[in-house]
């Protein structure tokens, strides 16, 4: 079957796809294609088969220079991402295995999971590379600074967010060897198993940051109680968690909630129905809360509703966590 038949791809890539498949596999004949759920990056992710075998066909911008130059190889090289068969950043198409995916939480028991992640964080991190980075604060600020001139939501609420983030900026240790090779997008749709190991796909932003990035996120998706958070710990440190370890873990979890709140207003402000008003009432809006109506199909990441609760409720848990002891104890941690 070609490509030309499906419907499912843009008529205008099959020739450059089809000059693809030939060079990987020396057929096009694919005799079966879907359109699989994508991430953050915006990118068309199918599933095809070929020669009665699966394989991931993504297709992103052409000549997208914004992903960490060879992160999807660096991850497929070192088994932590499923294994790449081509990649072509100038046409922006990228194959590779196909993972059968099962629900992880079905397969490792809560704080068996944590450790888990640990592992495969820790290998993440381990990949050698080279580059500078980005400042994390300065991307923070920028996404805060857009918030603002949006004029989409306002109140106390945000300005007693950001004060405590300004206090965090300021006294969180930057540390050298922290920044390592990270994933930065470490969500339940990214991270697959196969029934035995843990694969993390979706590397269109990564780059070197601080290595709390990637354990927070993961946590804040994954880890409910103390006992996971030392699960995930421990697996990743080898059982060497300090106070200053513990510290800027959880005050890295606040900031990417933060993070991902205003990633979540960015995507509803792109989805508001015209003529829409943003409803300005925050209270309410909890995880537990959204987590229902999400359970109970009456809200999706993909609408807006849906991605305007998702970022109040995490909004008000980086304000409810901020408020606590605990964070004015570990924020001493870096006094």
Known sequence: ????YSSAIPTERVATIEAALIKVFNTTDVTGI?????????SAVYKITLGGRHYVLKLGAANDTSAFPGSLALASAAGIAPALKYEDKLQGIVISDFIDNKPVRGIFAPDKLAGELGHAIKTVHAIPCN??????FETVDGMIEQFRNAKMLSGPLFDECFQYYGTI???????ASDKVFSH???NPSNILCDGERIWIIDWDVAYLNDRYVDLANAANFFVQTK???????NAYFDHVVDDQKMARFYVMRQVCRIIYSLLMFQLAMRHKPAGYQHDQEMEGNDL?????LMALGKLSLAEYEGQLMYG???FNEAVHQMRTPRFADSLAQFE
């Open 288 to 292: 537990r809360a959204f987590g229902s």
């Open 169 to 175: 900026k300021n006294r969180y240790p930057r540390v």
């Open 184 to 186: 930065n997008d470490l």
């Open 227 to 233: 006992e996971q958070e030392s699960a995930l710990l």
């Open 1 to 4: 079957m070609s490509l030309l």
């Open 312 to 314: 109040k409720a995490l």
């Open 131 to 136: 580059g500078e980075g980005k400042d994390l």
């Open 34 to 42: 879907s359109l699989l759920a994508g991430g953050l990056s915006g």
